[in-house]
């Protein structure tokens, strides 16, 4: 079985420019998360889609960060205009759920940004 | 609040025991989680156990809950050059399903 998968993996781009991130979950996830993990810091909740409503947006810097979820698979997360400060691996993950109870998250293996 | 509290750095020799550990603050969890993360990867998903359990016993590694003191271990038996990583521990939320996470620990196994 595929896992989670990730696009592009390495993005170095200019501040004020725009980027987006690409995500395939694992088949048949219906629940999909961005997170945000900093240099030396474990990660961080952006976004959580069920199907393709995002039900949990809270922390997601809406001034300049963007998601979306069409058809409940596939998503993209976009940034612009991206800041120094947005340096960061940027991580998708999925679960899947079963009669209401929600499984493990499964990670991929994220898109390290780099903003100059 | 939300807290995940993970000592830095452990290092230890090949062949020997691992003991990394974690405290947390809710207590409503249900469900805590190990993942590693090796260098340019993402996370991997290493074992889980129920809050409702003491121990959770896959092959090489031994989770502890200590639910009272709200203390979460994760032990590696015959440590390995090849479990150099960093581990970090999760309780997920039970309102919203978010990880929360601790800042990592860094194993290093010396030959």
């Known amino acids: 079985e595929a896992g989670v998968v990730q696009s592009p993996r390495y993005k170095i781009i200019e501040k004020k420019q725009p980027v987006a991130f690409w995500c395939n979950p694992i088949s048949g996830h ?6 945000r993990q900093n240099l030396g810091q474990g990660p961080e909740l952006l976004i959580r889609y069920e199907n393709e409503e995002a039900v949990d947006d809270s922390q997601l810097p809406k001034d300049r960060f963007s998601a979306e979820r069409l058809k409940g698979v596939d998503s993209t997360l976009k940034i612009q205009p991206a800041e120094l400060g947005d340096s ?29 | 609040g939300e807290d995940v509290e993970q000592s830095l750095f452990l290092s230890v020799r090949e062949g020997d025991s691992s003991v990394i550990n974690c405290t947390y603050t809710d207590s409503s969890s249900t469900y805590l989680y190990w993942y590693k993360q090796e260098p340019g990867a993402g996370l991997q998903l290493l074992t889980y156990i129920f809050s409702n359990m003491d121990m959770k016993q896959d ?53």
């Not at chain 1, 493990?104 to 898109?111: K, L, M, R, V």
């Not at chain 2, 440590?79 to 997920?92: E, L, M, P």
């Open chain 2, 59 to 111: 092959q090489r590694l031994t989770v502890l809950l200590n639910k009272k003191d709200k203390h979460l271990s994760l032990r590696i038996a015959d440590t390995q050059t090849g479990d150099s990583a960093i581990y970090f521990c999760a309780y997920r939320m039970d309102s919203s399903y978010k990880l929360i996470f601790g800042s990592g620990t860094r194993l290093l196994v010396r030959p």
């Open chain 1, 30 to 35: 219906n629940t999909l998360y961005w997170y």
């Open chain 1, 88 to 116: 960061a691996v940027y991580l998708c993950a999925s679960s899947g759920r079963d009669r209401g109870i929600e499984y493990e998250q499964y990670f991929g293996p994220g898109t390290r940004l780099t903003v100059t």
